[in-house]
């Protein structure tokens, strides 16, 4: 973990570990599936947990937000509707590390987390350091 945490701080990333990967027992003790397991898992209620990657809020969206969640085993989509945005602001903008419950949807074969409630997961060695690529 320290190294980690060295390496985030230095330069964003690190080649020992993701800092979701100390998640990993925690995560699967709560049925918390890895981002990379979502593909095979039956469209549904869901919850998944990963570090921000980037979040966007494109003008031809109608207010809809787009966040990529990322752990040790891949990324994943996640839709956010207006109205949770304005509600949850805080929250989606200023951690680095996000649980969220939502609906699995998959579509044309991509996968999206339609979210309905966020909530921050704090003491991630290195996540924050990560840094994201943000629409703000």
Do not use: C
Not at 29 to 50: D, Y
Not at 114 to 127: D, K, L
């Amino acid at each position: 973990a320290e190294r980690v945490l060295e390496d985030y701080a230095t330069v964003g990333a690190s080649a020992e570990a993701h800092p979701i990967a100390f998640l990993a027992e925690r995560r699967r003790r709560a049925g918390i599936p890895a981002l990379a397991e979502l593909r095979a898992l039956e469209p549904g209620p869901i919850r998944v947990v990963g570090l921000v990657n980037s979040r966007q809020r494109p003008a031809t969206a109608k207010g809809f937000v787009f966040l990529s969640l990322e752990d040790e085993t891949g990324m994943a989509n996640v839709v956010i509707r207006p109205d949770l945005y304005e509600r949850e602001a805080d929250v989606i903008t200023k951690n680095p590390v996000l649980l969220v419950e939502g609906a699995l949807e998959v579509r044309h074969g991509v996968v999206n987390v339609i979210a309905r409630r966020f909530r921050a997961v704090r003491r991630v060695p290195g996540a924050g350091d990560a840094g994201s690529h943000d629409f703000h």
